[in-house]
């Protein structure tokens, strides 16, 4: 059982929810919440390259979470993870071979990553990712990471886990295409245990994959890439104008503060699609539009204004 005490910063706003996630008001900034039944805790990377470009994984289809679709890479943690960031630097590394280290890794380092991977991500070799790290004077950069919403899966569903978000960042000086940086890290599947491929794409790749139903997104991925967009997509802004606008933008809105609680607000006009609401967590200002496949697969994805939603 998971008891929060929230701090609410929305003035004068009180509400009440009737869904298994009890909310107790206190007064109009507290407000304690139960959730009964979360049993999975999940941390996952936002990763952006020398070049902006997000990180992305496409899962396999016999894989229990996310089947087909593309996601960040992350995962479950650890009872050996030291802290949530540190999880999502880790999964990171198993799922897609990219590390985010203090120092960053050498580059004599970088021929022997697919046989750590491995030996990491197996869980019955005696290497350990913390193991690894010591072994070659590395630490994971968690203070490298940002805060970049959390996530609860909808109290409709049977199976139901948290999952963080963190947004980070590859060095600016390192280059995905030149084999005489430190940080050339190209990322690679995982040999098909849960990724059939990953690759860095630009938010105007994704989000068209996205339109023509190519890239399978979930309502997390999409809300994330969707807003993020708006500063990678502005081509007059150098990469490192790109960051700093960003973490402004994180900081200013609260991002990191945010809890997604998705949930059925009704439908399009035409019935064809849901309208997801977010909670009053998270942004409350956004929606998600989508139609269920018969696979189940989220289709025909779109990340609107709350006001924009209520004309479809």
């Known amino acids: 059982m998971l008891i929060r005490i929230l701090l609410c910063n929305r003035r004068g706003s009180l509400f009440l929810v009737l869904v298994p996630g009890v909310y107790i008001i206190i007064s109009s900034q507290i407000i304690i919440c139960i959730e009964s039944n979360i049993k999975d805790i999940y941390d996952s990377l936002v990763l952006l390259d020398a070049q902006n470009r997000i990180l992305l994984t496409h899962r396999t289809s016999t894989i229990g979470s996310f089947a087909n679709a593309?996601?960040?890479?992350?995962?479950?943690?650890?009872?050996?993870?030291?802290?949530?960031?540190?999880?999502?630097?880790?999964?990171?590394?198993?799922?897609?071979?990219?590390?985010?280290?203090?120092?960053?890794?050498?580059?004599?380092?970088?021929?022997?990553f697919s046989q750590i991977r491995r030996d990491v991500h197996s869980r019955t070799h005696s290497l350990t990712f913390n193991q690894f790290l010591k072994?070659?004077?590395?630490?994971?950069?968690?203070?490298?990471?940002?805060?970049?919403?959390?996530?609860?899966?909808?109290?409709?569903m049977k199976k139901r886990y948290e999952t963080h978000m963190f947004l980070g960042f590859l060095p600016l000086s390192s280059s995905?295409?030149?084999?005489?940086s430190s940080s050339s890290q190209l990322p690679t599947s995982d040999g098909g245990v849960e990724t059939?491929?990953?690759?860095?794409?630009?938010?105007?790749?994704?989000?068209?994959?996205?339109?023509?139903?190519?890239?399978?997104?979930?309502?997390?991925?999409?809300?994330?890439?969707?807003r993020l967009a708006r500063f990678l997509n502005d081509k007059g802004l150098k990469v490192e104008e790109q960051r700093e606008r960003?973490?402004?933008?994180?900081?200013?809105?609260?991002?990191?503060?945010?809890?997604?609680e998705p949930r059925p607000e009704g439908k399009t006009k035409d019935g064809k699609r849901l309208i997801l609401g977010y909670g009053p967590r998270g942004d409350?200002?956004?929606?998600?539009?989508l139609r269920f496949g018969k696979t189940g697969l989220p289709a025909?994805?779109?990340?609107?204004?709350?006001?924009?939603?209520?004309?479809?």
């Open 246 to 260: 960003i973490k402004k933008w994180i900081e200013e809105e609260g991002v990191g503060k945010y809890v997604f």
């Open 196 to 226: 059939v491929s990953t690759t860095f794409m630009t938010a105007e790749e994704i989000l068209t994959g996205l339109k023509q139903n190519s890239i399978i997104l979930f309502p997390p991925q999409a809300y994330l890439v969707t």
């Open 135 to 156: 072994e070659n004077g590395l630490e994971a950069d968690v203070g490298g990471l940002i805060p970049f919403t959390t996530w609860i899966t909808p109290p409709t």
């Open 176 to 180: 995905s295409t030149s084999s005489s």
């Open 284 to 289: 409350v200002n956004r929606k998600s539009v």
């Open 300 to 312: 025909d994805l779109q990340i609107v204004e709350a006001t924009e939603a209520a004309k479809l």
């Open 70 to 112: 593309h996601v960040f890479p992350g995962g479950n943690q650890d009872p050996k993870d030291a802290s949530p960031e540190f999880c999502a630097i880790r999964e990171t590394f198993e799922e897609t071979g990219v590390l985010l280290t203090n120092p960053e890794p050498p580059s004599s380092l970088l021929p022997q």
